[in-house]
């Protein structure tokens, strides 16, 4: 069965410092997603990605992100400057359909510590 | 408002016994979904739900769509300990909203 790939498993970086997380969404999906988890809390919604441009995000997604389809397989979620506070699990989704039509497939996640 | 309240927050039960878990919200939804997380991983899809008072089956699971699009529940039916982890119920907004909102997760744990 298709799935969804991210790497790095874990990302271990200094405060301050920028941060790519990378994900190969399903390669028939249109819609492409990014989450977080911070540990034991529930899982959140940073921002939708379609056609090429951001079609919602959250009060959490700040300037500090960005995401970036840099080829036809790839999608990615750049932390410019981390702070302690984005230590958490960045899982990628993606999804056939957009506006709640298609479920969302989500990826084994990114653990990222901030240290 | 957007919030999902998902209950219990845990639940420990014996190998053979059944399961319920339900999600309540004052907002109404469009769909409705239920993943399970296993510790260190993603969550997987487990029943997408999608018009009111759809009740689905996935094995030994079954879930169903409240009518007013505002709450959903989940079952499990003769639990195995594989059936061990988190399970999140999660919505997406009446509106066309792309977020996918999600409970706070039912941790499940089996006696063998």
């Known amino acids: 069965e298709p799935e969804v790939t991210q790497t790095p498993s874990h990302q271990v970086t200094q405060m301050g410092q920028e941060v790519i997380l990378r994900c190969v969404p399903i390669?028939?999906?249109?819609?492409f997603y990014w989450y977080r988890q911070i540990l034991g809390q529930k899982v959140e919604f940073l921002v939708s990605?379609?056609?090429?441009?951001?079609?919602?995000k959250s009060e959490i997604f700040d300037d500090q992100f960005s995401v970036e389809r840099p080829d036809g397989s790839n999608f990615t979620l750049k932390i410019r400057s981390t702070k302690l506070e984005d230590s958490a699990m960045y899982f990628c989704?993606?999804?056939?359909?957009?506006?709640?039509?298609?479920?969302?497939?989500f990826g084994n996640g990114t653990r990222l510590t901030v240290t | 408002g957007q919030q999902l309240n998902q209950s219990p927050q845990s639940m420990f039960i014996q190998e053979g016994e059944d399961v319920s878990m339900n999600c309540t919200s004052s907002?109404?939804?469009?769909?409705w979904l239920w993943y399970k997380q296993d510790p260190g991983e993603g969550p997987v899809l487990l029943i997408a739900?999608?018009?009111?008072?759809e009740l689905t089956s996935n094995g030994r699971l079954t879930a169903q769509f409240g009518i007013t699009r505002k709450d959903s529940f989940l079952n499990i039916s003769a639990s195995i300990p594989s059936d061990v982890g988190i399970y999140f119920c999660a919505g997406q907004l009446q509106g066309g909203s792309e977020k996918l909102v999600f409970g706070k997760g039912t941790k499940l744990t089996v006696n063998p």
């Open positions: 739900l999608y018009k009111a008072g």
């Open positions: 907002s109404i939804f469009n769909t």
């Open positions: 990605f379609y056609n090429n441009e951001i079609s919602e």
């Open positions: 390669s028939n999906h249109l819609y």
């Open positions: 989704a993606s999804s056939e359909i957009g506006g709640g039509k298609s479920p969302l497939h």
